[in-house]
């Protein structure tokens, strides 16, 4: 069992930059493939980044890419968003994700997804 604990959401003008955490409860960390996740109101939820068990291999969505950083520290148990030049549309609840059966690091589905975090607010004001 897995526990993901999601931090450093708020409130941020366009243009600034916030940065996310997701502390991972358990021994087997750097088992996962781990990934950030997003929802905004009234839309689905959406994949936003991907990073290997290693961290050295990571994927991003064209609408972040350039602007966001994922990464991971496997002896803290905890992977990172660093999201800069916030915008407008990036305003939504981020969910970390793990999944342990991942064989490449491409764009995840929400179907394979092993646990979640319970998600942190990130709003960005015009």
């Known amino acids: 069992q897995v526990q993901l604990v999601e931090s450093g959401g708020g409130l941020v003008q366009a243009g600034g930059s916030l940065r996310l955490s997701c502390a991972a409860s358990?021994?087997?960390?750097?088992?996962?493939?781990m990934g950030w996740f997003r929802q905004a109101p009234g839309k689905e939820r959406e994949w936003v980044v991907t990073?290997?068990?290693?961290?050295?291999?990571?994927y991003y969505a064209d609408s972040v890419k350039g602007r966001f950083t994922i990464s991971r520290d496997n002896a803290k148990n905890t992977v990172y968003l660093q999201m800069n030049t916030l915008k407008p549309e990036d305003t939504a609840i981020y969910y970390c994700?793990?999944?342990?059966?991942?064989?490449?690091?491409?764009?995840?589905?929400?179907?394979?997804?092993?646990?979640w975090g319970q998600g942190t607010q990130v709003t960005v004001s015009p």
């Open positions: 994700a793990a999944d342990r059966t991942a064989q490449t690091v491409t764009i995840m589905r929400i179907s394979t997804i092993d646990y």
């Open positions: 358990g021994r087997t960390f750097n088992n996962y493939v």
């Open positions: 990073i290997s068990r290693s961290g050295t291999r990571t």
